[in-house]
């Protein structure tokens, strides 16, 4: 069990995360844009951070660099954004040690994601672009 | 003040005035509620306090019966919270929701609480209710996703994917992953062969030894499986479970516990995989201790579909380059028919050129466009006049300079015609050679392309194994004594040794061809060389190993 912050403007996606995760035993705190997420952060220091790209205010990699910048994360964060702006979002958001998912999300692949991501350490942000992990059809 | 009740969980208290009331929710439903449902639905209500997850409540749960009002003239005996000094009010749940307890103090005997318990009731009643609906339409929402996001990942590799095989393949280990299935079983539309795609998601392939596995499923595994009889288990219902798709072509769900094998039991669910005009594979999906609900069907259903449209619309386009290929071999063989000599040489030699290509174990792709190339390879000679192309004895100079034109006019013939843009420089080279020997451009070894260099040796092979009008027919032995002779310096060295790997093995693998065109000559004897290096080097099965491209090819053994 983590605690997981989803920062998703569109409520009912937000709504839907959270449900799935809560059903994968995970305790949610969602918000509905950037700048709560980044209140919530630095008061509440979730585990993870599940973020869209587009919100008003203050937008996701924003708060990624932010919260980054900040040491918030103790694992890798997590990206949504719609299939159209996937490449665009991969480089910056890979920068910041995070892996991007496309929106609709598919529901196991994003639980799979989260697990990864909470068996990971901490991200190395600045330099290093990892490369996301592509969606597997061979099991290892 | 009172002293909270609660240990864990929230309290709301309607300040001093009222400070000794308290609303709690409780029951194993109440956890479902989201503490911010539970203030909308008690906005309006700011005097109602809601008191979420108070373990001293729990205690209660179920004394008494659903939908039952608990008053003070029917007490409910609560030594923990009489101890308190409360009288506990209860409205019992109906239809599995939460169960609504409002604490009165003893110390305020004349208060009816009654009417404020039924609203409370009935608030938190519909509050629980859309929780529920809200939940079941969230699963909805996840379920679509799931599906969304199976026909994307399909789509995406399907532009990859022109081998009806490989669509299958693909389609199969995703089904094993959406369902997280302990088996994923397909049987092909003529129920003879199956596959099987493990947990682990491993395939394994068998077949079927009766004609009608109506009889009992008995399998055999895969041969040259290195001997290995692996025995692939098989769900009991089987034989009735065909029978029923048979007739309602939809996907169906078979019986609570089915013994599906000896370790242990597990539920199944099965459709139907349209491949041919008439008939249907049959797809299984096992899975142990999780029964499958209505919404697997669904997406069970939606992914077949979509599977049955990718592999009839592959069919329809190799039933289209069939009928393309037929036609232009039809017209080939005409112009074959101008040289009494050569006789189907064409069509032999396509032939040739595309197994010796699946030796190599090169893309599929690339078998198809070598037998295109051999196909097409002496088109140039329809100019040629059969004076020079029949001539009995040796030719002139000149005459040998008509007829070392024809690549390029075959060349020329063809580039016209768009889709045999990939074979053309495959037919204007095949007569180059890897010393630079050769026409229409002199290349020397690896500027010539691949496709060209095998064209040649089979080319090579295939005449002098056919009567000339200048000599009669070398049989095999002697013909592939003049290509080993020719290796290094008219042809390339490494083809030759790959064709002559194809050929060893071509009465095992193409039998019919074998005997129409090549059984009166007689085979030849020696060892074989090491069969495609690249696919040695990738240690995998063989239907599984990955195609080679042409670059990779020169890279890989180069």
Redesign the interface.
Known sequence: MARIMVAEDDR?IA??IA??LQRAGHVVITVFDGRSALEMMRQDRPDLLLTDVNMPGMDGLDLLETVQSEGLLTHPAIVLTS?CDQMDIEARAGRLGAVVH?K??????LKEAVEAALGAGAPVGGVEFQTPPK?Q???A | MAESMTTSGVVHRRGPAAADWSVGIFGPSAVQLPEQCLRSCLRGNPEMAAMLGCPLLKGLVRRTRPGALISEAEPLHVPELCEKGFVPWLRSAVNGGPDVLVLRPGACPNVNVAPALELVSQLVGDAWRYEQE??GL?DE??R???Q???I??VSA?IAILNDASEVRR?LL??LR??FDADSVFYFSPDLRMVQEVSH??GIRRGWVKESDPREGPSFNAEPGGQGEQAEIMLPRELPQVIERLRQARRVLVSSDDVAYDDAGHGTSMWGPLSETDSGFATVGIVRRNKPFIAGDMLVLDSALTFGSHILSNLRLVEQLKRTSFEAVRALVNAIDQKDTYTSGHSERVGFLARITGEYMGLAPQLQQELEWAGLLHDVGKIGIPERVLNKPGSLTAEEFGIIKGHPRRSFEVLRPVASLEPVLRAVLHHHECPDGSGYPEGLRGDEIPLAARIIHVVDVFDALTSTRSYRRAYNVERAMNILKQDAGTKLDARIVDQFIGAWQLLPKTHPQQYADWFASISDIGGEAPAPNPVKQREQQPAQLAAPVSAEQYEEQTG
């Open positions: 009912h709504r839907v449900l799935w299939r496309p609709p999300f598919s529901p196991l692949h969606q059809l061979t099991p | 809200n939940n969230a929402v996840l679509n996703y799931e969304i996001n199976l994307f990942d590799q693909m280990m995703k992953y959406l682990e998601g």
